[in-house]
């Protein structure tokens, strides 16, 4: 008896792998990634590849972690898509549990809406428009006064300026030349090529009435006041550094850059009257 | 329907209509309200005022 269990002891083998003291065999090279040998070995796919009869990733696996080998089994997925639940598609409440119901007690409920509204109305109606005059009174506030617009208006009587001369004014500080041109001198304005110029204008552009040409005399260059009935063009000239307009104020030689300005005038028709400004 | 409905049907139920007419109504009274003060103001300082007595003492050459 007890040679057989001497016997049996014996035949108690070593395990041949180790085992972790939580009890998963300690597989240290294990390669978690590799796939069955691709041949048609009769579990339902031909190509080779990705298996078919493989668990989808939702559902778990196995996968290696510092403590050994670990394999979850998820049993319900997460939801892929959403529904979107109203709050409003619960049933409204109709009654209030503690407000009593006057219906009852009311005689027309429309009665007074139509009225409230209009009540409503005409104080916004009120409100815009004192804010619109609110705002329109502030922003005329900051507008010229009227003696300061008739100080920057000038009138200048044009039937004491006879053909062929030229009249200075002053006009917001400023000389004013007025030239009564004659009809040879309209021709050789108008005649002249102007796409050339340095600042290329048509007489056309410069005056409203042909026989009245009328600009600042500021020279464009430097603002000298240039000198009437001279230069190489009939014009003007600038004594500071020469600069020469021809008949319509056109910078035509000299360091000017652009022609003589023409400031805003009107003619007065009826009283032969050329007001500026 | 009575006239109370209809003006909350037409102008009231809607609050883009009820906005605009608000709107158009500010513009209607602002203009409206100007010309009655200018015309009270005119008559009751009637034969005060510049344009009132121009004639008396400037002669037209």
């Known amino acids: 008896m007890a040679t057989f269990q001497a016997v049996k002891k014996a035949v108690t083998l070593t395990p041949s792998v180790r085992t972790l003291p939580s009890g998963v065999p300690y597989a240290p090279l294990l390669n978690l990634a590799v796939r069955a040998p691709h041949d048609t070995h009769s579990h339902g796919h031909s190509e080779p590849g990705v298996r078919s009869d493989v668990a989808p990733r ?134 002249a090529n102007w796409k050339t110029f340095r600042d290329p204008q048509s007489d056309e552009e410069r005056v409203k009435k042909p026989e009245w040409l009328v600009m600042l005399g500021v020279c464009t260059h430097l603002g000298c006041v240039p000198i009437g009935e001279a230069g190489d063009y009939g014009g003007w000239f600038c004594p500071c550094h020469g600069s020469h307009y021809d008949i319509s104020g056109r910078a035509r030689k000299g360091p000017a850059p652009l022609n003589l300005e023409v400031p805003q005038h009107e003619f007065n028709e009826a009283d032969a009257k050329l007001v500026i400004g | ?51 009132d007595i121009r004639s008396r003492y400037v002669t037209e050459d």
Do not use: C
Not at chain 1, 100 to 111: F, G, K, L, V
Not at chain 1, 151 to 177: C, H, M, Q, Y
Not at chain 2, 27 to 45: A, E, H, P, R
């Open chain 1, 58 to 191: 939702w559902a778990g696996g196995v996968s290696r972690t510092s403590s050994g080998l670990v394999s979850k089994t998820f049993t319900s997925v997460s939801p892929s898509n959403y529904q979107q639940r109203l709050i409003h598609t619960s049933v409204a409440v109709k009654d209030a549990h503690q407000v009593p119901d006057y219906s009852a007690y009311r005689t027309n409920p429309d009665s007074n809406r139509a009225l409230s509204y209009f009540m409503v109305g005409s104080m916004g109606v009120i409100s815009a428009s004192a804010a619109k005059s609110t705002v329109s009174e502030f922003l005329q506030s900051m507008a010229a006064s009227a003696d300061v617009l008739a100080l920057a208006k000038v009138e200048v009587d044009l039937s004491t300026i006879p053909e062929g001369k030229n009249v200075i004014i002053k006009w917001r500080g400023k000389p004013v030349f007025i030239r009564h041109r004659t009809q040879s001198e309209i021709e050789e304005a108008r005649s």
């Open chain 2, 1 to 51: 329907m009575s006239p109370s409905a209809t003006l909350y049907n037409v102008f009231f139920k809607r609050n883009s209509v009820f906005v605009g007419t608000v709107f158009a109504g500010a513009f209607v009274f602002g203009i409206g309200f100007d010309l009655g003060v200018t015309k009270f103001y005119d008559s009751w300082n009637k034969g005060k005022q510049w344009k």
